[in-house]
């Protein structure tokens, strides 16, 4: 059981979030509440700017303005006791390449504070659960891309966190491993753990996710249950769709030199 995080209280509260990149403003000024002991999905177009917020939500990234709480504790004034709260698998994840994925989960375990036998029944565990154990004393270097985020899963889980951030977790995964993911991470939100992924796949967010938030070019166009996000809409792709302002989009019917085989 995880502790702390109480269903009903916000495990994540954004107000008046900025980020600016030069001439780009990547993130407009938004507020978010994301409810404690959910599944939540933020989703949005390419370039909508989630892994930007999900990086000032986790202290990563600074913002311009704008404030950021997680599990009550401010994330800029505050960051060690926000960091021991949180677990995060970031986009483009760096991991120490030459240590072996036990080794690279046992360094993480201790970093944490972790009494080492504790660390080394965790990481058995999950290395088992994650279906790693066969490559548990490979190099990091010489893992698939599936394998690089399952490993990055587990340092995430490993200090069994609050709160649980992770950008993109299914992208590069083979079903089965999604499978595995899914299930580990169905069993840490029932235990009253929170999970915020970013994704575009509409209907894993449908099938996994209570509650929804959708962004789109630096501002949250949609917060809510997921049947409220989906209001009248037959599908979760299809309110995304009208939401970002794609709905009746052109899907390339102008590429009129595009298919028929022939080199023209
Ligand atoms: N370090 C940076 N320097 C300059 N511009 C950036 C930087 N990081 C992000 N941006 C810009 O900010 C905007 C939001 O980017 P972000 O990566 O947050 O979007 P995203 O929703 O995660 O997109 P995707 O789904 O494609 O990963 C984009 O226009 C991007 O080009």
Same mark, same amino acid.
């Given at each position: ?23 780009? /403003? ?8 994301? *409810? ?6 933020? &989703? ?18 600074? *913002? ?41 989960? &046992? ?21 088992? &659960? ?44 083979? *079903? ?18 929170? /999970? ?17 938030? /959708? ?28 939401? &970002? ?20």
């Amino acid at each position: 059981m995880t502790s702390g995080a109480v269903a009903g209280t916000a495990a994540v509260r954004v107000r008046g979030l900025w980020k600016r990149f030069g001439q780009q /403003v990547a993130v407009a000024g938004i507020d978010l509440d994301l *409810p404690a002991g959910k599944f939540i999905g933020l &989703v949005g177009p390419n370039g909508a700017g989630k892994t930007t917020t999900l990086s000032m939500i986790t202290g990563l990234l600074r *913002p311009d303005h704008g404030s950021v709480e997680v599990v009550g504790h401010d994330v800029w004034r505050d960051p060690v006791e926000v960091k021991a709260r949180i677990g995060v698998l970031p986009e483009g994840l760096r991991l120490f390449e030459r240590l072996s994925g036990r080794e690279l989960l &046992v360094y993480s375990g201790r970093l944490r504070g972790l009494p080492r036998a504790e660390v080394d029944k965790r990481v058995t565990q999950l290395l088992d &659960v994650l279906d790693l154990a066969g490559a548990q004393h490979k190099l990091v270097v010489d893992y698939s891309t599936g394998m690089r985020k399952k490993i990055g899963l587990a340092a995430a889980l490993l200090h069994n966190p609050e709160v649980l951030f992770l950008d993109e977790p299914f992208e590069g995964v083979d *079903p089965v491993s999604a499978q595995t993911i899914r299930g580990v991470l169905e069993r840490y939100t029932a235990s009253g753990a929170t /999970v915020v992924f970013s994704s575009h796949v509409m209907e894993l967010v449908e099938s996994l996710c209570d509650w929804v938030a /959708v962004m789109a070019a630096g501002s949250i166009r949609a917060q809510g249950t997921l049947a409220e996000v989906r209001g009248e809409a037959p599908t979760l792709q299809r309110a995304f769709l009208e939401l &970002v302002g794609a709905g009746g989009r052109d899907t390339g019917s102008h590429l009129d030199w595009l298919g028929g085989g022939a080199a023209r």
